[in-house]
């Protein structure tokens, strides 16, 4: 069996595809700023992984949650999980 990335490092095409879905998001985050924080969260979460690249992940962090009440409206005294962003999306647009 041949294992097309078996020489790649999977949390960095995991990192890159993220960074994908944020360049490809930012184009509607006009539109669609669930989804958009949906992806800064997930790609604050991969590159919090990754050594040195903490405040990047911050900052990520930062603009998923800003967008995130922005949108519900909700006042900023709770932590924003995974789930309050799924919940804003449609399973088929995740």
């Known amino acids: 069996m041949i294992r097309p990335y078996a020489n ?3 949390s960095f095409l995991f990192r890159n595809h993220l960074q994908e879905a944020k360049a490809i998001s930012s184009i509607h ?7 958009y924080a949906r992806s800064l969260f997930k790609l604050s979460d991969a590159l919090r992984q990754v050594p040195g690249r ?3 992940a911050d900052q990520q962090l930062r603009e998923a949650e800003d967008l995130y009440f922005q949108v ?3 006042p900023r005294s709770t932590t924003v999980k ?4 799924d919940a804003l999306i449609h399973i088929s647009q995740r």
Do not use: F, S, W
């Not at 995974?82 to 962003?85: A, F, T, V």
């Open 8 to 10: 790649y490092d999977i």
């Open 29 to 35: 985050k006009n539109t669609h700023p669930a989804k």
């Open 54 to 56: 903490e405040p990047e």
């Open 72 to 74: 519900t409206g909700k």
């Open 82 to 85: 995974e789930e309050d962003l």
